[in-house]
């Protein structure tokens, strides 16, 4: 299969309660790579790279994960995967 880049961002209640670290947390059951930050707006925006299907599951986990509750929407897009990402790190 190939390799896919989904960006996502999710608004709602995701600064300061532990949003980023607990999608962290999460990554090493999947084969995903990518980056997790917080934006100015009060967003938080999360690129990974991976196969799709393996993407798909990861961004379910997080759904189904305790942050379900602090998630009021997330704008999902699918790119063509860039190949720059060497691990997952949670970005400034």
């Known amino acids: 299969m190939s390799l896919v880049r989904v960006h996502v961002h999710y608004s709602g209640r995701v600064q300061g309660v532990g949003f980023r670290y607990t999608v962290r947390a999460l990554v090493p059951g999947y084969d995903v ?8 707006d009060g967003r938080v925006e999360l690129v990974a790279e991976g196969e799709r299907d393996e993407l798909e599951e ?20 699918w790119e063509e995967a860039q190949d720059k990402f060497r691990g997952f790190e949670i970005a400034g």
């Open 58 to 77: 990861f961004l379910q986990a997080v759904r189904d994960s305790g942050l379900r509750r602090n998630i009021r929407d997330e704008d999902i897009v």
């Open 33 to 40: 790579l990518g980056t997790i930050r917080n934006l100015p």
